[in-house]
T-cell receptor
Framework: AQSVTQPDIHITVSEGASLELRCNYSYGATPYLFWYVQSPGQGLQLLLKYFSGDTLVQGIKGFEAEFKRSQSSFNLRKPSVHWSDAAEYFCAVLKGNKLVFGAGTILRVKS | DAEITQSPRHKITETGRQVTLACHQTWNHNNMFWYRQDLGHGLRLIHYSYGVQDTNKGEVSDGYSVSRSNTEDLPLTLESAASSQTSVYFC????????????FGEGSRLTVL
């Protein structure tokens, strides 16, 4: 069975600092992977997705993620965090037509 | 613009009462999903539908039911609300071949006392 693990429940970074959110997956085939962001009181919004091809994918809001098959990882990165990036971030893997989500990582940005 | 709306956004009810959460999408998507969000668990799938008259159980379906009589709506019913069902509920939709991209509503916060 496939699953998604996000090891960090909370992360705090300073505004302007770089960010990396970790995601590990367990899947028996080539995974379709996603990162979603949830701002407070809102639904989830797709940041980026990986299906195949280039292992470094670009998303919205300056985010990128790198698929590493050898490490079963799909970590999300941003070179310089803005206060508006404070939110909860979810990694997910596609199972059929359904998404299986990780538990989420809450990002706090300090000024 | 197409959208997905949930109602009510907030509801407080008592144990044992029946509750229905509405979900309406104007994307004309075939696929619709209900998730619940709880701290430490992320989003867990309750029920889903791939089209009219189609419904399927997700990983946490006990105590919940859905029906799909048209493309736009997938109401979620709690037959007899329990305190363990206090949660935030999200409805989402996707198109066939949409490769997993879900469009989410803004959520319904349910409190069962």
């Amino acid at each position: 069975a496939q699953s998604v693990t996000q090891p960090d429940i909370h992360i705090t970074v300073s505004e302007g600092a770089s960010l990396e959110l970790r995601c590990n997956y367990s899947y028996g085939a080539t995974p379709y992977l996603f990162w979603y962001v949830q701002s407070p009181g809102q639904g989830l919004q797709l940041l980026l997705k990986y299906f195949s091809g280039d292992t470094l994918v670009q998303g919205i809001k300056g985010f990128e993620a790198e698929f590493k098959r050898s490490q079963s990882s799909f970590n999300l990165r941003k070179p310089s965090v803005h206060w508006s990036d404070a939110a909860e971030y979810f990694c997910a893997v596609l199972k059929g037509n359904k998404l299986v989500f990780g538990a989420g990582t809450i990002l706090r940005v300090k000024s | 613009d197409a959208e997905i709306t949930q109602s009510p956004r907030h509801k407080i009810t008592e144990t044992g009462r029946q509750v229905t959460l509405a979900c309406h999408q104007t994307w004309n998507h075939n696929n619709m999903f209900w998730y619940r969000q709880d701290l430490g668990h992320g989003l867990r799938l309750i029920h889903y539908s791939y089209g009219v008259q189609d419904t399927n159980k997700g990983e946490v379906s006990d105590g919940y039911s859905v029906s799909r009589s048209n493309t736009e709506d997938l109401p979620l019913t709690l037959e007899s609300a329990a305190s363990s069902q206090t949660s935030v509920y999200f409805c989402a939709s996707s198109e066939n071949g949409g490769a997993g991209e879900l469009f989410f509503g803004e959520g319904s916060r349910l409190t069962v006392l």
